[in-house]
């Protein structure tokens, strides 16, 4: 469905105002916030200076949460930054080989991890690597690059195929030129489309694991541990579990909302569109 210049406008701004409050806890926090956080609190208290009230180890929410972000969005910033680049350089060589068994030698490989379960690759990256965010980060990235791949490599392949590349074909243009200077135009608008709403789903995909225990470590100050460590005292102290669930929503639908009015026209479903079709 179109949209006008206005709702654009409005879902840009809409999407920035919900990033503004976790993006500034995530960036912010880790610098007005002790490292070792204190545990000298009562389990699950109100006030008593603390107003956010305690966890189950005393430690007070607040700090908590300021401290969790970073670990929270950054393990997932990072997971796409690096799928996006990774499947990216992987989908442009595919679409500019103009060879099928160049073509299949870059996509096959990767096109194995598309059937395996995410949940299944991170319990075995934590129960390897326990409490590395790293890991977690390369894992996640790892099932997000077949996607991107075959995505970004339709939408090369149609841009190429399209009549303003033959145009510059027929003008005598280079075939770098056409490649960076049409081709890549064409993808980028899709590729930072594609990484808005992926950043969200792989924030939520993290936090998942985190709160089924598969990712960091159970005291972590991490947004999902947090949920995770305190939802059975929902009713007793509602912001141990509240806070740090109403800041990955915030995220999730702010970076949707940013990257769905940021996006050209029609780019997002052309592009899937072409990667389906494949």
Known sequence: MKQGPARRRRRTAGGALLLAL????ALVGPFVTPADIPSDGMPYARGDGHPLGTDAL?????????RGGASALGVACAAVALAVAVGAVLGLAAAASHSRWLDDLLMRPVELLLPLPSFLVISVVGVGWRGQPVAVALAVAALNVPAVARLLRATALDAASGPVAEAMRLQG????????????????????????????????????????????????PDWGVLIAASREALFVQPWAVCAPTLLLVMFTVGANLLADGLMPRGAETGGRAAAWNQ
């Open 173 to 220: 243009e280079s075939r770098t030129r056409i490649l960076f200077g049409h081709v890549g135009r064409a993808v980028l608008p899709v590729a930072a489309a594609d990484a808005g709403t992926r950043v969200g789903a792989t924030v939520f995909t993290v936090a998942a694991a985190n709160f089924l225990g598969l990712g960091l470590d159970p005291t972590s």
């Open 58 to 66: 005393g430690r007070d929410v607040l700090t908590l949460v300021l």
């Open 22 to 25: 976790p993006c500034t806890a």
